[in-house]
């Protein structure tokens, strides 16, 4: 999640319709400047007893933070503490319950987004080893209860802790005891994004069954494959889910800021701290009717904000975010940007991934998002085909997409490389969750302690 550091007086008032709409028109680049950013989260935990250390604790979070900048790394302060770093890789940040994200760069190409995880990787590890600390690349916090875990101490984690029972039973869930992998692409213009949105939506499903990777809660088998996908179907109807009217003719960015809108506020970011208007709304917002700041009217940046509380599977900002996939370990982190890349960045891929989708109706996105939770590569699609069978023709669009891109290393390598992890499990019909839970029943002996030697970065 976004980490405010101003509260942004300096950004404009927002006059009216053409300014809301105008954070999506400016992320409109030419192919040539299009861009690749990858995300990605992971549990930390003690070494020495896997419990997962608080903030302030000797060789917490915090210590974690600090020993982080030797690298170049610029410490970010809400209040006196620090809660994130910036640098040339971008931005390391806390999710609510101390999972360590790195926010990555807009890079030009996979090899080198790869490059910057294995850095973020290789400095995290030696500033773990030097705490006693380890990570682990899950979906789902394996073992922990929500008591067990501890709270960051960011002032937008407060409102949404508060806030999160209100609207569902398992938003506290998400916040606390989940990890993804994301990737962020560009647009060339509003048709350009509607096709991708559409594309990446309807395919959503299908990276979740690939990285599926969380089929454990409190030290059990849960029923799922993942069940960090599951969570979202019961965080805050509000703000998650498959977005229909994506689908619907005549969608485009005002359609998509007439759905934000819609969505209830979390909060406003004021002179260093935020202000909770959970439930208020931004149209009262934009009339100076917001009962958390009346008279007052919102400016780009409180925008910017909103946009960043929304959670479907897809999300627009001045960028698609693709958000259907498990936390996993390192192969994995780079074979989810080159999954949608290869998709997306190619015209004769885009228009080929479109062919696969176009004709599924509501109820069959609907029916594909419930299932795949809980069934992943076994799901069925729409004419019958299995999501293991869709995703063998799905990966080699993609496989294509990234040789059609011809961008390769100092060695000759092209990007196609990096969808070796994934290919394996496509090919097998079997998630990263079942083999999981194969060693769960066989050589853990039911032992989830186990996972911490397997699962380690």
Sequence with gaps: MSTRTASGQEDPLIEGRDDLLSIFANGEKPRERWRVGTEHEKFVYWLKDHRAPS???????????????????????????????????GNVSLEPAGQLELSGAPLENLHQTCAETGRHLEQVKAVGDRLGLGYLGLGFWPDKTRADLPIMPKGRYE??????????????????????????????????MVKKFR????????????????????????????????????????????????FEDGFGYERYADYMLDVPMYFVFRDGGYVDAAGQSFRDFLK???????????????WNDHLSTAFPEVRLKSFLEMRGAD?????????????????????????????????????????????????????????????????????????????????????????????????????SGKTPAERLLDKYHGEWGGDISRVYEDMRF
């Design 55 to 89: 903030y302030e604790e000797p060789g917490g979070i915090h210590a974690l933070l600090i020993g982080l900048t030797k690298y170049g790394w610029e410490p970010v302060y809400e209040g006196e503490n620090v809660i994130a770093l910036a640098g040339p890789d």
């Design 327 to 427: 936390g996993g370990p390192w192969g994995r982190i780079c074979a989810l940007p080159a999954f949608w890349v290869g998709l997306l960045y190619d015209q004769t891929a885009l228009d080929a991934a479109w062919d696969e989708v176009k004709h599924w109706t509501i109820e069959d996105h609907h029916r594909i998002r419930a299932e795949v939770p809980r069934l992943g590569l076994k799901a069925q699609g729409p004419r019958g085909r299995t999501f293991q069978q869709l995703g063998q023709q799905i990966l080699a669009i993609a496989d294509a997409g990234l040789s059609a891109r011809a961008r390769l290393n100092g060695t000759g390598d092209s990007e196609q490389g990096y969808l070796d992890p994934i290919r394996e499990i496509v090919e």
């Design 199 to 246: 594309v990446s939506l309807a395919l959503q499903p299908l990276a979740t069954a690939i990285f599926a990777n969380s089929p454990f809660t409190e030290g059990k088998p849960n029923g799922f494959l993942s069940f960090r996908s599951h969570i979202w179907t019961d965080t805050d109807p509000h703000r998650t889910g498959m977005l229909p009217f994506v």
């Design 288 to 302: 100076g009717e917001l009962p958390a700041l009346p008279g007052e009217k919102p400016r780009l940046g409180d």
């Design 159 to 192: 409102i949404m802790l508060r806030h999160m029972p209100r609207v569902g039973s398992l938003g506290l869930d998400m916040m606390l005891r989940t990890c993804t992998i994301q990737a962020n692409l560009d647009y060339s213009s509003e048709a350009d």
